[in-house]
């Protein structure tokens, strides 16, 4: 029975990891994705002047 908590608690832990990273990866990804638009916006602004 004790055996039985301990792994459900490892999972639940491992599980809510698993999501907070995967948050971590998104906001990197967001933030990639807006730097690399600001980039190629100021470069359309260039080639236009």
Avoid: G
């Amino acid at each position: 029975m004790v055996v039985f908590a301990l792994l459900a608690l490892a999972v639940v832990i491992a599980f809510v990891y698993y999501l907070y990273q995967n948050h971590q990866d998104k906001k990197a990804m967001d933030e990639l994705l807006r730097r690399t638009q600001a980039e190629d916006e100021a470069e359309d602004k260039k080639t236009l002047f």
